[in-house]
């Protein structure tokens, strides 16, 4: 499709398709990130993201619609989990851990600590054990 697309008109591909692909594609690894560091709670930025920012209830409920999980996040997420992992000012977080200081911080205030250069464990060979023990067939590993 983008083929035919560039094919018939170029310029127009690349400002209609490639500009918006290049954007979102952008947008979305940038939001992932940093929405690990915790649950941005703003109204503005859960409404261009469709309340991507409710991150800590996608994960416990990935297939809940996104209509839903700000009522989900208030109900099950909120009355449990510390408030600095609440963030309201997407801007203001960005500002301050990638821009005047630079310095990311943990939900307790410490510094941000980043495991030395290396393979991730082994998830995969943990979970196989895991399973093996509980009963359930191996994973083949």
Do not use: C
Request: proline share 6%.
């Amino acid at each position: 499709m983008q083929v035919a697309l560039a094919a018939v008109d170029w310029r127009r591909f690349l400002l209609y398709v490639m500009l918006p692909h290049a954007y979102a594609a952008w947008g979305i690894v940038g939001i992932n990130f940093v929405q690990h560091d915790g649950n941005f709670v703003g109204r503005a930025l859960n409404w261009v993201t469709f309340n991507n920012g409710l991150h800590g209830i996608h994960h416990m409920r990935p297939g809940l619609h996104w209509s839903l999980l700000r009522d989900e996040h208030d109900s099950v997420l909120h009355p449990f989990i510390d408030p600095n992992l609440e963030l309201h000012d997407f801007s203001g977080y960005l500002w301050k851990a990638y821009g005047w200081s630079g310095e990311r911080l943990t939900y307790d205030g410490k510094p941000v600590v980043l495991p030395e250069e290396g393979p991730d464990e082994d998830w995969v060979r943990a979970a196989a054990e895991e399973s093996a023990h509980e009963g359930e067939p191996a994973l083949g590993f």
